[in-house]
């Protein structure tokens, strides 16, 4: 089942993130069967802080077929836990160590001549996927750099230099789903294309859409996607229910009663309006929990949502516990799917001005005081 509930064996003393990969294959599976084509599975920034190769095992499990990644050194990273699939890494300085990555196996994105020239110079024989810039003004080729690319890329295929075998771009306003500038991007793609072709390349695969047009835009799936947020449980564009795969729990260290007028925390940004009882959460913004969101998110603490008062400090969060009879010790979950009524990582992206990926990625990559717990998927999805 997706969601069976969490198997607690001792009670959790410490706050817990826990990461639930039967969530990230169920999704990977509902992806896969949107996608036109493959599916590569995007575990960057450490599996949007979820855990890289955690995430990436259980895609390709659950039919993705292929991995992609910033940095040479997180794909070498997943060569490292033993994956290997093909691994494509787009986001790389020009004096790279190339002969590192090519003999991983490790495919490059090239995003200009002089990328190229290094790749097939210091690494004669590497994968490479050309990429366009089509519409971020962010990384890739220039349009107008693209022909000459594209010829530079063939000649260096002739001489066996470099192989080139995927073609890509990013499109830039997929979460809105209709809006005009996707159409735009989708244009200068297959524009891109039809150069790539008129200079002799044959790249089996082309690739535009990550998980926002995965999921609403079909005319850019091409060969394949590359999904990273939809397979942790973010939908940018809202239309499709998937599952959240992160829960922070943590426990209440202290409980105190105050009085009316007691000012709470740094500033005394709130002030109790009644006698009330506090709880002291031993997680902030040190833990990656949005400082930002402070005056506005709330936690699940005995089955309802109370706020957290005053500012979310760096080791700590106050709960108002109203008149809730709770003792040190009880668990509060304070991001989770949502599924019983806690606050979800959209929630604390709202409350927090930001979006999903940075909540989730934040509190990931601050785990050094929280525990990880990392629940299977169940195997019925691996077969
Ligand atoms: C992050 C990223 C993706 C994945 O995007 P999601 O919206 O998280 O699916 C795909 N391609 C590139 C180039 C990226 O940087």
Known sequence: ??????????????????????????????????????????VKADG?????????RTALGAGATA????????????????LDAPVLSWLNPVDEDWRA??????????????????????????????????????????????ARLCRAARRAERRHAVSVVGLMGHLATADTPGDPRTAMGRARFAWGSGVARVCGLRPRQRHLAATSATLTDPASHHTTVRVGAGLVGIDPTGTTELAGALTLTAPLVQVRHVR????????????????????????GYGDGLPRAASGRAEVLVAGVRRPLVGRVSMDTAVVDLGDLPLAAGTTVTVLGPGHEGEPTAGEWARWSGTIAHEVVTGLGARGGRTERVVRPAVLRSLA
């Open 67 to 82: 991995l992609g990644v910033t940095t040479l050194a997180e794909a070498l990273a997943l060569r490292e836990v033993g």
């Open 1 to 42: 089942m997706a969601h069976e509930p969490v198997c607690v064996t001792r009670p959790v003393a410490h706050p817990t993130l826990t990461v639930d990969l039967e969530a990230v294959a169920a999704n990977t599976r509902r992806l896969a069967a949107r996608a036109s084509g493959e599916l590569m599975a995007v």
């Open 48 to 56: 949007f802080g979820h855990g890289a190769a955690d995430v990436a």
């Open 260 to 283: 009316a007028g007691t000012g709470v925390g740094y500033d005394h940004t709130w002030t109790a309006p009644a006698a009330t009882r506090l709880g002291l959460l031993p997680l």
């Open 101 to 146: 990555a090519r003999d991983a196996g490790v495919e490059i994105a090239v995003p200009s001549l002089e990328h190229l020239d290094a790749v097939a110079r210091t690494a004669p024989g590497t994968r490479v996927h050309l990429h366009l810039d089509t519409g971020m003004a962010r990384d890739g080729a220039a349009p107008e750099e693209w």
